[in-house]
């Protein structure tokens, strides 16, 4: 009887497998950054769940999507946590080795989360698979839930450096720890994925808006922007998998010390640059790219503009610093006069 439950998952999967790849008979090309504005990224995000099936049939279901993924012309996509089993392996292993395949084929970066056996420790672990398919890196899990019977891994947060742009990985329980989302923005993260067992709600938006970087979460298949709202235009391919183009170049400003040399460089490039999203309370502006090859984030550096992240770390260091001291302000630097 377990041999013919057995025998009928593959068949399923192989059936499962085969609609995908013959859904994909248009191929979409990855996106030429160099002839769109800004920093551009094609994310897909695939909430197949973490739950159901045995291996053969839960791995046969996520290299499925990432055929679908790669023909939509990704140029990431993210599993969900624990996808194909809960069954600890060691990295390199037949799971990584059988996503790199796709990621090699479709050029493609893929995180894959998955138990990680590593000596006498097991971990839960979401590896970083680059376009070439190697390893680029991974996240162990630094929060486990109170259920899970894995090692925490390290509180150090890692970040990875991908030809897109700056990624940071989070894991599931990891939402009700705020101390490892800062040290996402304290690295730069422009991007955080949050491949989870369930959708996370409220909480990614909040992170989004408090650092000002994009969330992925891939319970639910939720894109939130750098203000802490919904993405717009993502497109829904089925219910367990959902794709999204992000521009990473968006920069948030604080009005304080900016204003002059902002107006300036919207009068340069008029027509180039807009300041998309204003918000007069929170004293906050949104520039954006709209030509090709024009980048906000190089603009600020030219103009000695300061964003707003980068002024708050800056201003943290700063009162720190004299708190030390026993001094008082002005603690501004010379770099911030407007």
Same mark, same amino acid.
């Given at each position: 009887m377990r041999r013919t439950v057995e025998q009928f998952s593959r068949i399923f999967v192989v059936v499962f497998v085969m609609l995908l790849v013959?859904?994909?008979?248009?191929?979409?090309?990855?996106?030429?950054?160099?002839k769109l504005p800004g920093r551009q990224v094609r994310i897909s995000a695939i909430p197949m769940g973490s739950y159901g099936g045995g291996y053969e049939f839960r791995l046969g279901m996520g290299l499925g999507y990432l055929h679908k993924a790669g023909a939509e012309g990704a140029d990431i996509a993210c599993l969900p946590e624990n996808f194909a089993s809960r069954k600890p392996e060691v990295i390199p292993g037949r799971t990584t080795n059988a996503v790199a395949e796709l990621a090699k084929k479709y050029n493609m970066y893929v995180i894959c989360p998955m138990r990680e056996i590593a000596g006498d420790k097991e971990y839960n672990t979401a590896v970083l698979i680059d376009r070439k398919g190697n390893i680029a890196g991974k996240y162990r899990k630094a #929060? /486990?839930?109170?259920?899970?019977?894995?090692?925490p891994g390290p509180k150090d947060v890692p970040v990875f450096d991908t030809d897109f742009g700056r990624i940071a990985i989070l894991t599931c329980f990891d939402i009700l #720890? /705020?101390?490892?989302?800062?040290q996402c923005a304290e690295k730069d993260a422009e991007l955080v994925f949050w491949p989870s067992a369930y959708g996370g709600g409220i909480r990614l938006g909040a992170y989004a808006m408090?650092?000002?970087?994009?969330?992925?979460?891939?319970?639910?298949?939720?894109?939130?922007?750098?203000?802490?709202?919904?993405?717009?235009?993502?497109?829904?391919?089925?219910?367990?998998h959902y794709i999204a183009t992000l521009d990473l170049d968006r920069t948030m400003l604080y009005y304080d010390f900016n204003f002059s040399k902002t107006k300036k460089l919207l009068e340069d490039y008029k027509g180039q640059v807009i300041k998309e999203w204003t918000s007069e309370a929170s004293a906050l502006w949104l520039l954006k790219s709209t030509a090709p090859g024009v980048r906000v984030k190089d603009l600020c550096k030219k103009y000695k503009?300061?964003?707003?992240?980068?002024?708050?770390?800056?201003?943290?260091q700063r009162i720190n610093d004299a708190r030390k001291k026993g001094t008082r302000g002005p603690t501004h630097s010379g770099q911030w006069n407007d």
């Open positions: 013959m859904s994909c008979s248009a191929v979409s090309e990855q996106l030429d950054r160099s #929060f /486990p839930a109170p259920t899970e019977t894995v090692h #720890f /705020p101390e490892v989302w800062h408090l650092h000002h970087y994009y969330v992925v979460g891939v319970g639910h298949g939720t894109f939130t922007d750098i203000d802490g709202q919904p993405v717009k235009n993502v497109r829904k391919l089925d219910k367990k503009i300061i964003p707003y992240r980068e002024f708050e770390r800056d201003c943290r």
